[in-house]
């Protein structure tokens, strides 16, 4: 069964570093997005995107978070200066089309900022 | 502000037992989503409820929507100790889901 793939799947890195999350969404879907869970918090939308520009994006998501989707396969997610309250399991997600369809959710990165 | 409130948060039951959990929100919605989280583990699709009236089942899970009462319902029979788990709703909102604060089941034999 097709799969939303993510790496890397721990990642620890010193506060004010930059991180890149990588996913590779699964091939015919359309629509790719980012979750964030906090430990033992629900789970928080971020950013979703069509057509390579974001449609539509949290207030989490500021001006330290971007996205990017390189090439045909991968869709990234990255935090430029990391803070402490950054420390989560971040989610990618892909859906065939926008609404109304499963959204699969691959199995988390989860960033611990030291 | 939009809301998606679960109820219980948290729910320990006997094996066999029946039990319901809520999801209410706050906005006009068709869509909502339930998912399964194991722990440390990634979010498992159970159901997508696309309009009023909508009733799915698989297995011992069984889910509903009333989108005049802005309710959703997931409803357990006979639960097993496989079913221990932490169950999310979602509303469809625009371009993404908005969860709701889980409800931690375990189920006791």
């Known amino acids: 069964e097709p799969e939303v793939t993510q790496t890397p799947s721990h990642q620890v890195t010193q506060m004010g570093q930059e991180v890149i999350l990588r996913c590779v969404p699964i091939s015919n879907h359309l629509y790719f997005y980012w979750y964030r869970q906090i430990l033992g918090q629900k789970v928080e939308f971020l950013v979703s995107?069509?057509?390579?520009?974001?449609?539509?994006k949290s207030e989490i998501f500021d001006d330290q978070f971007s996205v990017e989707r390189p090439d045909g396969s991968n869709f990234t997610l990255k935090i430029r200066s990391t803070k402490l309250e950054d420390s989560a399991m971040y989610f990618c997600a892909s859906s065939r089309v926008g609404t109304g369809n499963t959204i699969y959710f691959g199995e988390g990165s989860w960033l611990t900022v030291v | 502000e939009l809301k998606v409130e679960q109820n219980p948060l948290f729910l320990s039951m006997q094996e066999g037992k029946n039990y319901t959990i809520y999801c209410n929100y706050s906005?006009?919605?068709?869509?909502l989503y339930w998912y399964r989280q194991d722990p440390g583990k990634s979010l498992e699709s159970l159901f997508v409820l696309l309009s009023n009236g909508a009733v799915k089942q698989e297995g011992r899970l069984m889910a509903s929507l009333d989108t005049k009462a802005r309710l959703s319902t997931l409803h357990i029979t006979a639960a097993v100790h496989d079913l221990s788990a932490t169950y999310f709703c979602?509303?469809?909102?625009?371009?993404?889901?908005?969860f709701g604060a889980g409800t931690i089941l375990r189920v006791k034999s």
């Open positions: 906005t006009t919605s068709d869509r």
């Open positions: 979602a509303l469809e909102y625009g371009n993404k889901l908005v």
């Open positions: 995107f069509y057509n390579n520009e974001i449609s539509e």
